[in-house]
């Protein structure tokens, strides 16, 4: 049938196209590394002038895990809210930053830190790898972030064709990174 999101064989590993529950099924994800340096308070602008590490678990991985990643100009980070007590967690709508001239919008169409399971992702400028640390600019998370994953930035990934997107997220961002 077109347009099924789901097929049939795939529901049990996937729940299934009407949202129904996925058998409580529980993600763990160990960090590959914490954020070292950079700022130590949450703030939501001017991220751009901030640099920081991104110190890899020597448990887990050996300089060779980084090679090549010197190569490439931005870095792709996946990284955990961990300062978000589970009480701030949002599952509805709200207005961003509280601001009562932006629309009510769904937690799932804004950016926001209080996301149900508290992953952040980021895009930063690598500056330099040295070993088990990556040295960044750019990077929105606050020393000792626990990190879960590294991707080098490859603009083939990036979206395919025109992007759009609504007037109060323009704002909202017109300070983030200056």
Same mark, same amino acid.
């Given at each position: 049938m077109a347009g099924k999101a789901v097929d049939e064989a795939d529901e049990d590993k996937a729940g299934n196209a009407e949202g129904k529950d996925l058998g409580g099924q529980d993600v763990v994800c160990r960090p590959? =590394?914490?954020v070292v340096g950079g700022r130590t308070e949450v703030a939501d602008d001017h991220w751009d002038r901030e640099t920081a590490v991104i110190r890899l678990d020597a448990?887990?991985?050996?300089? *060779?895990?980084?090679?090549?990643l010197a190569d490439f100009s931005h870095l792709e980070?996946?990284? &955990?809210?961990?300062?978000?007590a589970p009480e701030k967690i949002e599952s509805g709508a709200r207005r961003p930053r509280g601001n009562p001239d932006w629309p009510l919008v769904g937690i799932?169409?804004?950016?926001?830190?209080n996301r149900p399971n508290r992953? =952040?992702?980021?895009?930063?400028?690598?500056?330099?790898? *040295? =070993?088990?640390?990556?040295r960044v600019a750019g990077l929105d998370a606050v020393d000792g972030t626990p990190v879960l994953d590294l991707?080098? &930035?490859?603009? *083939?990934? =990036?979206?395919?064709?025109?992007?759009?997107q609504p007037?109060?997220?323009?704002?909202?961002?017109?300070e983030y990174y200056e």
């Amino acid at each position: 049938m077109a347009g099924k999101a789901v097929d049939e064989a795939d529901e049990d590993k996937a729940g299934n196209a009407e949202g129904k529950d996925l058998g409580g099924q529980d993600v763990v994800c160990r960090p590959v =590394g914490r954020v070292v340096g950079g700022r130590t308070e949450v703030a939501d602008d001017h991220w751009d002038r901030e640099t920081a590490v991104i110190r890899l678990d020597a448990e887990q991985f050996g300089p *060779e895990a980084l090679y090549g990643l010197a190569d490439f100009s931005h870095l792709e980070v996946v990284f &955990h809210f961990d300062r978000v007590a589970p009480e701030k967690i949002e599952s509805g709508a709200r207005r961003p930053r509280g601001n009562p001239d932006w629309p009510l919008v769904g937690i799932f169409a804004q950016r926001g830190k209080n996301r149900p399971n508290r992953l =952040g992702v980021s895009r930063c400028r690598v500056l330099a790898v *040295e =070993g088990l640390d990556v040295r960044v600019a750019g990077l929105d998370a606050v020393d000792g972030t626990p990190v879960l994953d590294l991707k080098p &930035h490859m603009a *083939e990934f =990036g979206p395919r064709g025109e992007t759009t997107q609504p007037q109060w997220s323009v704002e909202l961002m017109r300070e983030y990174y200056e």
